[in-house]
């Protein structure tokens, strides 16, 4: 059935792993695509939340100083010129207004 697959070798069914699934009757569990995740016996992988990365069966959110686009597999670090993230979880960086700088406190 769906969330399962048919193991050839013991002629059981068996569950889908996590970061994989099935639609049902098949011999095989299909992975998750990049950038996101599902839980055990899942019949789709959905893509984490903007400002967080897929880690196992949750998605954790980006530390300060980096930013999670939506599908993202890992936080990136604002190092662009004028820009930061002064919190957790952030979907994009923040650009500093006109003649300030951002600071690391």
Excluded: M, R, W
């Amino acid at each position: 059935g769906p969330g399962f697959y048919a193991d050839q070798t013991s002629h059981t069914c068996k569950e889908c792993e996590i970061d994989s699934y099935s639609v049902g009757g098949v011999n095989e569990c299909t992975f998750c695509p990049s950038g996101t995740n599902n839980e055990v016996a899942s019949t789709s992988c959905s893509p984490c939340p903007p400002g967080t990365i897929p880690t196992g069966t949750s998605c954790d959110q980006c530390e300060k100083g980096k930013y999670g686009e939506f599908g993202a597999t890992s936080c990136t670090l604002c190092d662009s010129d004028g820009q930061y993230a002064d919190e957790l979880g952030l979907a994009a960086c923040k650009t500093a207004p006109a003649g300030k700088k951002p600071t690391s406190d």
